[in-house]
């Protein structure tokens, strides 16, 4: 399998204080038409942003939605009637049922994992709960990947799996590696897994940025800061999904994709959103890091880099590695690290409105 084309022109634009970053992550992009796509979790918000893309750009032979909550399904049906897009399918099911798993994936081309428990403080509170979704889960989708001849699958991550220091975090390491795993356990199967790691998505469920903005709506004396000095990488919705496709069109098998995105502190985020509101400090929650990585330096030896991407491989397949160099990719200085405190694309005040403005634009259109 080729390795993709380079980012588009508009993608390849640089980032410098005047201008905000402009990757859109739609190069390369795979071919959705006429495949059977499963995403777990498929009534989030990734998997509603996931399902419109498909809807909007692609005629898929089958999307299938597999979540747990009933509701979400039938609001999610609402969005998208059977009626009105024929290759729909809502199948209830929970990642930690494996049985359930492997009948939802008869005649799957492509698996998306985005399934998982995902806030911090519900972590800390539930550990055995955030184990059996986050990591048994893991499992769970792996086996029956292999078991139904799944062709890929890719399985979001975070920035929290780098260097993790809360229960989250450390869940979603244990299921990155499971994935990066998975191909050895796949032996002659066709499956080949791989793992997309990126940072805080604006607009989605439990982001910050809709906090502020409700707050603000609402008529907040006040916005809740954690420490001002503390910062974060930021991507859209769209650029996520976009991101997932392009990652699922590139990928070999084993790797980690991390986007390059731009970071800010979240006190300035706060000011973009309410620029008239004071800031109120309430301290670092548990679990919480001042800064995140998605690139530790321990890693730097097995990361290459895009234009628009770094690639974690596998240290103990060289083979994959040059095939990586030899279609463009470079190695990362030695010592690297990828942070959101020392990023080089730090959004000024002109670049976050423009951020902002993106994700609210395609939050409405939704």
Request: proline share 6%.
């Amino acid at each position: 399998m080729a390795l993709a084309r380079m980012p588009t022109a508009q993608a390849r634009r640089a980032f410098d204080a005047s201008a905000p970053p402009l990757r859109d992550f739609r190069t390369p992009r795979a071919d959705l038409n006429g495949k059977v796509v499963l995403i777990t979790g498929g009534t989030g918000s990734f998997g509603k942003a996931f399902v419109r893309m498909a809807c909007a750009e692609f005629q898929p032979r089958k999307v299938i939605v597999f979540s747990r909550d009933e509701l979400k399904q039938y609001e999610m049906a609402q969005l998208f009637p059977v009626e009105r897009y024929p290759f729909m399918r809502y199948f209830i099911g929970d990642v930690r049922d494996a049985q359930r798993l492997e009948m939802a994936m008869r005649d799957v081309d492509y698996v998306i994992h985005a399934a998982a428990l995902k806030q911090v403080p519900t972590a800390e509170y539930n550990p055995f709960e955030c184990i059996k979704t986050n990591v048994f889960g893991a499992e769970n989708v792996v086996n029956a990947a292999i078991a139904r001849g799944v062709k890929r699958v890719v399985a979001l991550s975070t920035d929290k799996a780098a260097n993790p220091i809360n229960l989250y975090g450390a869940s979603k390491l244990a299921s990155d590696k499971i994935f990066c795993a998975a191909e050895a356990m796949a032996g002659d199967a066709p499956a080949r897994f791989s793992v997309v790691r990126y940072g805080n998505v604006l607009g989605s469920r439990g982001s910050v940025a809709p906090l502020f903005r409700r707050l603000a709506a609402e008529g907040a004396a006040d916005l809740p800061i954690t420490d001002p000095r503390m910062t974060r990488f930021w991507i859209t919705l769209d650029q996520g999904v976009n991101f997932v496709l392009s990652s699922l069109e590139m990928m070999r098998g084993s790797e980690v994709f991390v986007p390059k995105i731009p970071s800010t502190r979240t006190a300035d985020l706060a000011t973009a959103v309410a620029p008239k509101l004071p800031h109120r400090l309430v301290g670092v929650r548990p679990g919480e890091k001042l800064h995140e990585v998605m690139v530790p330096e321990d890693d730097a030896r097995c990361t290459v880099e895009l234009e628009d991407r770094y690639i974690i491989l596998p240290s103990a397949d060289m083979r994959r590695r040059e095939d990586y160099l030899n279609a463009g990719a470079r190695p990362v200085a030695e010592g690297f690290s990828y942070a959101s405190d020392s990023n080089p694309e730090h959004l000024d005040a002109r670049g976050l409105q423009a951020l902002l403005t993106q994700a609210w634009s395609s939050d409405e259109g939704r």
